[in-house]
């Protein structure tokens, strides 16, 4: 396993922050990545024999799902801005004796130079454009390396949706400490208000559809999904302060500890633990599935 100190932000988190390197909270993650990852190839539409680019592959989740998808003749193609994501990727295809039916990229969204004109059938993206400054840029890049009749399919958060509030936690009700949590969102530099600077915040599914249209896709389908209901992203309180949101982002333990005194940590741990291990909380979610074609 590789050590979270020694590699960079996307791979420290993806392979050990996310889910402060826990089995029981990883299982908790996929039980929203599984459904994402199904969707995402569903509306890539691949058929045996295509290749496939996986833009920010990660920690592989599509680009080894599409291996089943692609069959013996075709391939995925791992691309990721992190080269020791890159790296892991290559151990884990190496150990499922994959490794002739992929190859590997370290290159960023916006700038896929490395990857030829017209040489692919399907690009797909999962939450790598909340990261991307110049997104169109991105789009104009998975339109050159499609084939003509290549498709492209995109999951994106879309964080503006449900600002962050000071009533609420990690979907716990907070409203008796709300305080203290305006001091961890201080903390953390997050703000209740739209900030037009920041990659993860500054769109909506709206912009992901013009991006599309102006790159010269031809065809383009979004669906914005919006859901509310009880539940909770994480197993109990330990699991919460071990896990981080994404790689831009402290540990919830981290940034209580770094925003608060002694005392004021137990009084918030007072009122939110026994929320958290009862899994008693709110599941906010919103995002879009982008597909498009170039014809």
């Given at each position: 396993m590789s050590d979270p100190e020694s590699t960079d932000k996307w791979a420290s988190w993806l392979l050990h922050r996310r889910d402060g390197d826990d089995a029981a909270q990883h299982e908790k993650a996929l039980e929203h990545l599984i459904p994402i990852r199904q969707r995402v190839l569903d509306n890539a539409d691949i058929h045996s024999g295509d290749t496939v680019l996986d833009v920010g592959a990660g920690d592989g989740l599509i680009a080894f799902g599409a291996l089943d998808r692609v069959g013996t003749d075709g391939r995925a193609i791992f691309s990721d801005v992190s080269a020791d994501l890159v790296s892991h990727a290559q151990g884990l295809a190496h150990d499922v004796g994959a490794q002739d039916r992929m190859s590997f990229i370290q290159a960023a969204a916006e700038d896929l130079s490395p990857i030829e004109d017209e040489s692919v059938d399907v690009v797909t993206t999962r939450s790598v454009l909340i990261y991307v400054a110049d997104k169109a840029s991105a789009f104009r890049e998975f339109h050159r390396v499609l084939r003509p009749g290549g498709r492209v399919s995109i999951f994106e958060?879309?964080?503006?949706?449900?600002?962050?509030?000071?009533?609420?936690?990690?979907?716990?009700d907070s409203r008796p400490v709300r305080d203290l949590v305006a001091k961890v969102w201080e903390y953390e530099g997050w703000t209740e208000t739209f900030n037009d600077e920041d990659p993860m915040m500054n769109?909506?599914?709206?912009?992901?559809?013009?991006?599309?249209e102006d790159a010269g896709f031809n065809e383009v389908h979004v669906e914005l999904m919006v859901d509310v209901g009880p539940g909770t992203w994480v197993v109990d309180w330990e699991r919460l302060l071990n896990t981080s949101p994404n790689p831009n982002a402290h540990t919830a333990g981290e940034a209580l500890h770094g925003a608060l005194t002694d005392e004021e940590f137990a009084r918030l741990e007072q009122h939110i633990r026994p929320l958290a291990d009862a899994g008693k909380g709110v599941l906010r979610s919103a995002f879009c599935?982008?597909?498009a074609l170039k014809v």
């Open positions: 958060p879309i964080n503006n949706y449900f600002p962050d509030t000071t009533d609420e936690f990690w979907g716990f769109f909506s599914e709206k912009d992901l559809l013009r991006y599309a599935y982008v597909r």
